[in-house]
């Protein structure tokens, strides 16, 4: 479908905003490559001759991303590439106004994944339209973008340690069947206590048959301590999984508000009293966490320490909607991260209370 240029005409631009907005509610998926195309034929006005590499490193977008789409526009004959780098042909020279209507959303998203990577200090942050709390086919985008994330995080990675959790298995799901991985797949908590499609030991699975590796079970409560899980913890089949656990290039985990997780996992009254006095407000790997990213409360984890995250593995978080933003900010600013994927919702709101 031809672009029509309209140089001065406020009503006219209105109305292609709006016929915008339809399209990213009924087709986010495709509104999301629409972006970025625009985006890149908008940057490359601006910047030509530029090379993939650099124009990447300008979008903080990956530059198979950018290879891509820069290759879908040269079949569209709106770009050549030669040694120089990319430029504009006529055609895409006529439609840089209206590429510029199409991108705005996708510049104001990136834009705040830019200031809250820098404040958070994480490496890359992925911020999907919409708050998945008003309205919850947002969690799907944001599990799919997710998805594409996380292959690109494993690409030299042996061992991925995954937690349960919805979030994870919408993740799981929207992964794509492609090229096999040489990696292996344990779950990152005991396999007990959750429903059975969300529980790690199934995300370890699931994840293993998308991504074409191995997987290792744990059929452990998590939270254990003392004597009872020293015992466990020496029976080969559970020293093996922990072993692996401990030594994950990655770990792929969501990020839950601290009472919903304990009241979930049957914590009794006098419990989630102790971690509310505690100032607890969010729950990650097993841990509970305050406002200032300390370990509050009886959280546990077999495989895991508190300050191994993002030190000892690649951390990577998925949590979206405005309600958790308190929690994602108390994980995501004390440990460092390579990854984090959330929504509009959450982004907004974790921006407001880091005072950005």
Request: aromatic residues 2%; charged residues 25%; hydrophobic residues 45%.
């Amino acid at each position: 479908m031809a672009l029509v240029r309209h140089r001065k005409s406020p009503g006219r631009r209105f109305m292609d905003t709006s016929i915008l907005n339809t399209l990213s509610r009924i087709a986010p998926d495709l509104m999301d490559e629409m972006e970025l195309r625009a985006l890149i034929l908008e940057r490359v006005a601006v910047l030509e001759p530029i090379g993939r590499r650099a124009l990447a490193a300008r979008l903080h977008v990956a530059e198979r991303e950018v290879r891509a789409a820069a290759e879908a526009l040269k079949r569209a004959g709106c770009l050549t590439q030669s040694a120089s780098g990319m430029e504009l042909t006529e055609q895409g020279k006529n439609l840089v106004e209206a590429a510029r209507v199409i991108s705005g959303g996708r510049r104001a998203l990136a834009t705040m994944e830019l200031a809250l990577a820098r404040k958070l200090t994480v490496e890359r942050v992925c911020v999907v339209r919409g708050d998945s709390d008003i309205d919850s086919s947002v969690m799907t985008e944001v599990a799919r973008a997710a998805a594409r994330q996380i292959r690109y995080l494993l690409q030299d990675a042996h061992v991925l340690a995954v937690t349960g959790g919805r979030t994870i298995a919408l993740t799981g799901e929207a992964l794509e069947v492609a090229a096999p991985l040489d990696i292996t797949v344990v779950p990152a908590q005991g396999g007990m206590g959750e429903g059975v499609n969300t529980q790690a030991n199934t995300q370890a699975e699931r994840f293993a048959q998308r991504l074409g590796g191995y997987h290792r079970l744990l059929h452990l409560p998590d939270g254990l301590s003392g004597a009872a899980a020293d015992e466990l913890a020496s029976l080969p089949q559970v020293r093996e999984a922990l072993e692996l656990m401990r030594h994950a290039d990655v770990v792929f985990y969501g990020i839950g508000r601290a009472m919903d997780v304990a009241k979930r996992r049957g914590l009794s009254v006098a419990e989630r009293e102790a971690l509310e006095r505690e100032g607890a407000v969010a729950e990650a790997l097993g841990f509970y966490f305050d406002a200032q990213g300390r370990v509050v409360g009886q959280g546990a984890s077999l495989a895991f320490r508190p300050e191994d995250i993002g030190h000892r593995n690649r951390a990577a978080a998925v949590a979206a909607g405005r309600a958790k933003a308190e929690a994602i900010v108390a994980v995501c600013a004390h440990h460092p991260h390579r990854l984090l994927v959330t929504d509009e919702g959450a982004a907004l709101r974790m921006m407001q209370l880091l005072r950005m």
